[in-house]
């Protein structure tokens, strides 16, 4: 008789495999049925997981136990989340054998096992976490320059970095662009960007622009002493990204900006072009719609090995939230922790940034980040110039444990920008006490 629960899938566990021949996806699933007193959740994780790899709906003859052996997703655990009745909840792993792609490791493919139809299967189903063996990272570059190629270029080495975002969004002139970067520039601002929406319009072709923003750093750079790298966006078509990409670093680019939009194969073959010797900053808006199913942490995994140098991030202080403050920071600890020979790739904690923000993100993030501001920077009441040294003067201040509205007394550009947007200080939940009026910052001083 045939088993129910078929042995090449599920009699696994982690200590059962070859770690270096399994991508490792963890998922949540919830199943509800709300019409049966009973729910098969093997069932259902057996449909998902063969989805992913061999398996159709019915069975053929040429799907034979060997082949699944070796090729089938394998049930590495299934955890159970308390449930109301009429449903399941549980926290899965699936090793998905490499030799899906032995010949051939590529973006695509892995998506498509880890993250294809699978997700129409259960009630609710999101990808939490993705383990890539050393073999298959091997076949990837990772970032160009990553953290610390970025700083040496820069030659900054022990603080966080701004960044402008250069606003309106689209519409302005070359001119126009350049005009904005360069007094953002002269205020210290270590990078600027292209907005994510900036691509090429009548008045504004892509290397005129190029052109103009780089005379006019390089003015700023005489002025300053201080290097600012330039963002161009190179979004477009896949058959044309590389070869703006390569027209714009022979024209003098410092960093290119692609959105996620065209996607993570397209973001590899850019960052391992030998002709494209340029930082990469990925812009996220488009990703924010897989959130719901795939966790942020994963795909800053996945754009971290196909090479991005930059990532813009989530951040519970945004004016785009997101996800939740744990998965803000796990994000974070991903793109920083050590992954075999990929190189660190910037968190960018981003949307609705302002300089009173500059504590709380040192407190959660550390210094290795860019800090994006469009708005809160060139909102400033006193001008570009002085909204970019309002950031650069409450980074000096925190870094030196000097309060900020302490710094803002001598710092008139911080007042104001203090005065505009204000500053945060980030909520403090009392572990390890009965309750809150049990803990020693809450007890009576009697001295």
């Given at each position: 008789?045939?088993?129910?629960?078929?042995?090449?899938?599920?009699?696994?566990?982690?200590?059962?495999?070859?770690?270096?021949?399994?991508v490792?996806?963890?998922y949540?699933?919830?199943?509800?049925?709300?019409?049966?007193?009973?729910?098969?959740?093997?069932?259902?994780?057996?449909?998902?997981?063969?989805?992913?790899?061999?398996?159709?709906?019915?069975?053929?003859?040429?799907?034979?136990?060997?082949?699944?052996?070796?090729?089938?997703?394998?049930?590495?655990?299934?955890?159970?989340?308390?449930?109301?009745?009429?449903?399941?909840?549980?926290?899965?792993?699936?090793?998905?054998?490499?030799?899906?792609?032995?010949?051939?490791?590529?973006?695509?493919?892995?998506?498509?096992?880890?993250?294809?139809?699978?997700?129409?299967?259960?009630?609710?189903?999101?990808?939490?976490?993705l383990?890539?063996?050393?073999?298959?990272?091997?076949?990837?570059?990772?970032?160009?320059?990553?953290?610390?190629?970025?700083?040496?270029?820069?030659?900054?080495?022990?603080?966080?970095?701004?960044?402008?975002?250069?606003?309106?969004?689209?519409?302005?002139?070359?001119?126009?662009?350049?005009?904005?970067?360069?007094?953002?520039?002269?205020?210290?601002?270590?990078?600027?960007?292209?907005?994510?929406?900036?691509?090429?319009?009548?008045?504004?072709?892509?290397?005129?622009?190029?052109?103009?923003?780089?005379?006019?750093?390089?003015?700023?750079?005489?002025?300053?002493?201080?290097?600012?790298?330039?963002?161009?966006?190179?979004?477009?078509?896949?058959?044309?990204?590389n070869?703006?990409?390569?027209?714009?670093?022979?024209?003098?680019?410092?960093?290119?900006?692609?959105?996620?939009?065209?996607?993570?194969?397209?973001?590899?073959?850019l960052?391992?072009?030998?002709?494209?010797?340029?930082?990469?900053?990925?812009?996220?808006?488009?990703m924010?719609?897989?959130?719901?199913?795939?966790?942020?942490?994963?795909?800053?995994?996945?754009?971290?090995?196909?090479?991005?140098?930059?990532?813009?991030?989530?951040?519970?202080?945004?004016?785009?939230?997101?996800?939740?403050?744990?998965?803000?920071?796990?994000?974070?600890?991903?793109?920083?922790?050590?992954?075999?020979?990929?190189?660190?790739?910037?968190?960018?904690?981003?949307?609705?940034?302002?300089?009173?923000?500059?504590?709380?993100?040192?407190?959660?993030?550390?210094?290795?980040?860019?800090?994006?501001?469009?708005?809160?920077?060139?909102?400033?009441?006193?001008?570009?110039?002085?909204?970019?040294?309002?950031?650069?003067?409450?980074?000096?201040?925190?870094?030196?444990?000097i309060?900020?509205?302490?710094?803002?007394k001598?710092?008139?550009e911080?007042?104001?920008a203090?005065?505009?947007?204000?500053?945060?200080?980030?909520?403090?939940?009392?572990w390890?006490?009965?309750?809150?009026e049990?803990?020693?910052?809450?007890?009576?001083?009697?001295?």
């Open positions: 008789m045939k088993q129910l629960f078929d042995p090449h899938m599920f009699n696994y566990t982690w200590e059962s495999l070859d770690h270096d021949q399994y490792v996806a963890t949540y699933i919830e199943d509800v049925v709300e019409d049966s007193d009973f729910i098969d959740h093997f069932g259902q994780v057996q449909r998902l997981a063969l989805e992913g790899s061999t398996a159709t709906w019915v069975e053929v003859s040429e799907e034979t136990p060997e082949l699944r052996e070796r090729l089938t997703s394998k049930v590495l655990g299934y955890f159970e989340v308390p449930a109301p009745k009429g449903s399941k909840k549980a926290v899965i792993q699936l090793g998905f054998p490499i030799g899906a792609w032995d010949v051939n490791v590529n973006v695509p493919m892995m998506l498509l096992s880890i993250s294809g139809n699978c997700f129409a299967f259960p009630t609710h189903m999101r990808l939490l976490d383990y890539i063996p050393k073999k298959v990272a091997d076949e990837f570059q990772g970032p160009k320059f990553g953290i610390k190629g970025i700083r040496e270029m820069l030659g900054v080495h022990d603080r966080p970095l701004v960044l402008q975002i250069i606003k309106p969004k689209m519409g302005m002139t070359p001119a126009e662009t350049a005009n904005q970067v360069y007094q953002s520039a002269l205020g210290g601002a270590d990078l600027v960007k292209d907005d994510e929406m900036c691509s090429e319009l009548s008045n504004c072709p892509f290397d005129a622009r190029l052109e103009a923003v780089l005379k006019a750093l390089e003015r700023a750079e005489k002025e300053t002493g201080q290097k600012t790298l330039y963002m161009v966006s190179i979004t477009d078509e896949v058959d044309r990204i070869e703006k990409a390569r027209r714009a670093v022979r024209n003098g680019a410092t960093g290119l900006l692609l959105a996620y939009s065209a996607g993570p194969s397209a973001l590899r073959v960052a391992e072009d030998p002709q494209c010797q340029a930082p990469i900053l990925l812009h996220v808006s488009h924010l719609a897989l959130l719901p199913r795939i966790s942020f942490p994963v795909l800053s995994k996945i754009c971290r090995l196909c090479g991005a140098d930059m990532m813009l991030s989530p951040s519970i202080w945004s004016s785009i939230p997101v996800v939740s403050p744990e998965e803000c920071y796990r994000n974070a600890q991903v793109m920083l922790a050590p992954f075999y020979h990929i190189k660190q790739t910037w968190p960018m904690p981003a949307a609705g940034m302002y300089p009173g923000l500059v504590p709380v993100l040192l407190e959660e993030y550390g210094t290795d980040i860019i800090i994006p501001a469009g708005g809160g920077m060139l909102g400033h009441p006193m001008g570009y110039t002085a909204g970019a040294r309002a950031w650069r003067q409450a980074i000096d201040a925190a870094m030196a444990g309060p900020l509205p302490e710094a803002a001598e710092k008139a911080l007042r104001v203090l005065e505009t947007w204000g500053l945060r200080r980030r909520p403090v939940t009392r390890g006490y009965f309750g809150k049990f803990h020693p910052a809450f007890a009576a001083k009697n001295i």
